[in-house]
């Protein structure tokens, strides 16, 4: 099984402040990393709901601090910032507050609103290079540089979905299912259910459908050229061949029995070439070319 990330996660960074060391607990080390500061109360029900998603989702990034206020002892602090009931949160960068919200929040929501808060902290690196070269290398099908490009895009952001989804999908595409899937199911349902992953998640399912087809490719070639008009054929080599690698070919047997026969089966040839689409990604250029082609077949 590949290791499939190379760098450990960092130390949670949580402080309590006062009056007396929020301006170099909070406005100071917002030059250096973004601040989350959470108002708070020991009687407030929300906040107690509250405070462990925060502490969740902050714990995968390195340049992010989430400093907690008591506001029955910090009364002043929270006059300053204006907070009208708890739980508040607002994020700081530089010194200045660029977000926040009001009241306790999903997960998901909690976790979309630091994502979108890392764009803007200091210290953030930008990992769109090194995003764009693996979807390339994916794309020639070299799972090597893939692999390399995914998991230094992981380094520098553990909480990146697109380069964790990055990731799966090369794990699949090097055969090794078995760590896609502890990857997706060491993450939470709402991550799951996540745009940036549902690709990796479709190329999980489909892959473990594939099982251990990709061996008998050479088999089903000579059965479909011998019988090139058994859908059943096309449906099992399409199948195989993804499990090999082979995508391209893969929906050009989906779609040669399409042309065939498009009502078979209810459709399944489609239904099956849709899930490669979603495997692959709809950007993915082998995916563009097979859509146009589709297009032909059915309106045509």
Known sequence: MIDPIISNAPAVDIVDVTIDNFMSEVIEVS?????????????CGPCKQLGPVLEKVISGYNNLRLA???IDENQ????????????????????????????AQPESAVRQFVEKIMHEAPGAVDISPLLDAGEAALEAQNAKQALSEFQQALAAQPESLLALSGLVRTLIMMGDTESAREIIDNLGEDRQDQPEMRDALAAVQL???AGE??????????????????????????????????????????LASIKLDNSWQNGAAKTQLFEIFNALGHTHAAVVSARRKLSTYLFS
């Open 213 to 254: 087809t990709a061996s008998e490719i050479q088999p089903l070639r000579l059965k479909l050229a011998a019988q090139p008009d058994d859908l059943q054929v096309h449906q099992d080599l399409a199948l195989a061949l993804f499990a090999s690698g082979e995508n391209e070919e893969a929906m050009d047997i989906l």
């Open 76 to 103: 002043q602090i929270a006059a300053q910032m204006q907070v009208q009931s708890v739980p508040t949160v607002y994020a700081i960068v530089e010194g200045r507050p660029v977000d926040g919200f009001a009241g």
């Open 207 to 209: 892959a473990e459908r």
């Open 68 to 70: 907690r206020v008591n």
């Open 31 to 43: 030059n250096s990393k973004a601040v989350i500061v959470q108002f708070w109360a020991p009687w």
